[in-house]
């Protein structure tokens, strides 16, 4: 592990690229914008993926897997969404590479084998999958149809940043089809509230929900629900989004059905998705200067072992002890690691792990078996304890067990410290410039107020929030009326 | 569900077509040859995946995430790798489409988005990843690597059938590096003997281990050892390779690394991957002319309880021991499901679990309440008992632990009783054409025999068999010595 991190209060943006690489979560790739995971950052998303997995099946939806290209009439077809994404597609237009007669073992793309129609590499799926679903729906009878699929989609993007902007990245992607307006939109809700469970509950972030406006919402979307996070910079992060597509891509792949009365009706539409962005969420909403801070819900390793010894004997006593902790943990279905390395000293593994956001570590010495006691320490606020061993199984799972209430606590302090109200264009550019944050006002409902304020500030409608207190005011742009407040913020 | 398959004796390729179609498990979709999975296919899938990643983290490995797109200049850097590949590879050239002035609403390939280098979509990930890994890889403490990555990845093909052969498919790719020839190759066999025990243990395909031969290798491997499955029409199915690269991709890739002593080295490396594909071989090793059998390890549903009645007591009655029985299963782990759909009829609900191959089905009426009863049938055998239910907990039980290993052995039976030795080409074509089968036969060894057999036959040396009796004999072709017999088939 060589050296420390840059401290946030320095600079917070190079902070969190030396927290991404040091930590071996992910790292820029020979490919321009896409990323490799890393094990360390893989665990981790398998542990989200695990989850969510969990709430969408709990839910009523099962997987399902779409190809990956998408055919350029079918791309087109829903215009809006079409739209949206064209200025980011990557294109395959070939199939077949020759040799360079040039150049010996150089390969050249073969103008033979040129594609009739192009394909896009999917940025998100509604196009082939309602171009399927076309196929599967005829009656109310085949509705609703509750898919989930976990894939790789490309967004071509000229700046990129590990895992909050890379031109490839892995996500979920949720497709409904229902037979009402009133059962689609309750879907999208539904997924928002599964969203909010798991970033609150899992990750630890306490979230805003609410809807996008109208130039913030997903092309083609007729209402998109979002939650909002909070980092540390006081920069906003949009960290999942769940559409009512109202009847948008039924209208544009022909997609019916006969009604019980045998009236045929455009089905209605949902869709939603994380990606992982939602890695740079957890690492932004909780690492520190000394690295990443990880809830023990998501923690690939949630204790971590380390053996502090000089003589071979020594290694032998502390090394039974460690084993012994490590199988009542193990058995309780903890996920613990006993670090036996003998290739590295204790202080190289302390820092790996303080850096990799172990929740807990125990280390253990030959005074520790001669006093029957071990050293606990805990990666949420450094507190080191010396700890019987009579007692250290229920020390450890009780710290376990508050520290994900506890992490979620300091995570909402902070949004809350950092979420103010402003009544005017000048209170509204002094908070953005001092301190960021979450910015609570009036806006008379315009695109034309919020580009405005946006080009002023940098600053977007993150969302109009779901517990909105409806109150008469002016917009802080357009002195114009208003009916309620919603939320501002520069975000990434 | 619309009617019966066409049986097996009459087509077998039309009864695997229509199977995959109606058991709701995969279907062609909108783009060439990429197949779309179906929620049926696809919780089959993540079974296999479940338990072969829980085989791959429990022998050391871990997951990570590779990009989906390798650029040419490293794409051709191993040249018998972009050799074997060069010819089946989707190629994207273009980041963005703009607006057709000629027609509103259509897009366009934006001639000004043309990349400058060529990004090839994966059809395998080694170039990607060693040109990663040297940059990870300094000195033997570096080593070993050993990651395994779930994906999806494209090779064109002209001629695709669902599962077996698609240009898109979804797979795992292990990728390790060593520091010396020995550990890579202990690395290459112990994977191709996790895919052993997967597919006898788990989907109950008794299979041939072996190497292939240079015709049959891995591009850019050394050594590529196999499992080889053979199924019911007498044709062999590859199932898994691993492959010994040797120090290929690490010389392509400039990786060394320095030695205990210091000394520079080229790393070893191995990879291995099994895909989608396996789907295919499940389906044919053991489906029947009214569908699916699925062994009990990777059923997504072990059981189903199927209602029998006619007025809403009757249905009220059934349905309350149903879900006792319900509960009792599922408190115990498996998977079982109460269909309790009002708007169908047991004969329909029979008929859909057979062709999609639940092991157990339990049907409950008013008369089994009445007499302490429920109908059992075995999927397997097509039997059907009337048991008692105080016994029928242990019955199903008892039921679902043999029937893994009776698949096993009704695949194993026919395997055996289908393997053949021939002595000469004219025994060797009688069977084929009669039969087909794995034949046993003696080889001189060279490319140009085996060339010319499968040029006659069709039929190619599937493997060089781990338990091969070293025995004296002459080619079936040349008649030239051979140390012993290799397996043909006609392959799929």
């Not at 981790?44 to 998408?70: C, R, T």
Request: charged share 25%; net charge neutral.
């Amino acid at each position: 592990m060589s050296k420390s991190i840059t401290k946030r209060s320095q600079d917070y943006s190079k902070w969190y690229n030396e927290l991404i690489v040091k930590a071996n979560l992910a790292e820029n790739s020979a490919v321009r914008g896409c990323m490799i995971i890393k094990p360390n950052g893989y665990s981790i998303w398998e542990k989200m993926q695990a989850q969510l997995d969990k709430m969408f099946k709990a839910s009523g939806h099962q997987n399902a897997y779409f190809p990956l290209f998408v055919p350029k009439s079918l791309f087109e077809a829903e215009e809006k969404n079409a739209e949206g994404f064209a200025k980011e597609c990557a294109i395959v237009t070939h199939y077949r590479l020759k040799n360079d007669p040039t150049q010996k073992g150089k390969l050249l793309v073969d103008p033979e084998s040129k594609l009739e129609e192009e394909l896009i590499v999917r940025p998100t799926s509604e196009a082939i999958i309602w171009s399927t679903y076309k196929n599967w729906i005829q009656s109310y009878r085949d509705l609703p149809i509750l898919l989930n699929q976990w894939s790789n989609v490309v967004r071509w993007e000229m700046r990129t940043r590990l895992f909050l902007r890379t031109s490839e990245f892995l996500w979920q992607e949720g497709h409904t089809a229902h037979a009402t307006k009133q059962e689609a939109l309750i879907e999208a809700q539904k997924m928002n509230e599964i969203y909010r469970d798991f970033a609150e509950n899992y990750m630890a972030v306490p979230v805003i929900q609410g809807t996008k406006t109208d130039n913030e919402r997903f092309a083609g979307a007729e209402i998109t629900y979002c939650i909002e996070a909070l980092m540390q910079d006081g920069k906003a992060l949009q960290a999942g989004t769940s559409h009512f597509l109202g009847q948008n891509f039924a209208k544009a792949f022909g997609v019916k059905f006969a009604n019980q009365k045998g009236k045929l009706d455009y089905v209605w539409a949902t869709s939603w998705g994380v990606s992982t962005r939602l890695m740079g969420a957890l690492v932004m909403t909780h690492g520190d200067d000394k690295g990443l801070v990880l809830p023990p819900n998501l923690a690939p390793i949630q204790i971590v072992i380390i053996p502090i010894y000089k003589t071979d004997d020594q290694y032998q006593d502390v090394s039974n002890k460690a084993i012994e902790i490590l199988n009542h943990f193990k058995e309780k279905k903890f996920r613990i690691k006993f670090d036996d390395r003998r290739n590295q000293k204790p202080g190289f593994k302390f820092n790996q792990y303080e850096l990799e956001g172990v929740p807990i570590r125990i280390s253990l010495g030959p005074r520790d078996i001669n006093n029957n006691q071990a050293e606990v320490a805990y990666r949420l606020t450094s507190e080191k304890e010396i700890v019987s061993l009579d007692f250290l199984y229920q020390y450890v799972e009780n710290k376990l067990a508050s520290m994900q209430g506890e992490m979620f606590q300091k995570a909402l302090k902070f949004q809350l410290e950092n979420t103010f109200e402003a009544n005017s264009m000048n209170d509204f550019i002094e908070i953005l410039n001092d301190k960021g944050g979450f910015i609570s006002a009036h806006w008379d409902g315009t695109s034309e107020s919020e580009q405005a304020i946006q080009n002023m500030t940098k600053a977007s409608i993150r969302c109009v929030p779901q517990k909105r207190l409806m109150e008469e005011g002016k917009c802080i742009y357009s002195g114009k009326p208003s009916n309620g407040r919603v939320v501002f913020a520069r975000a990434y």
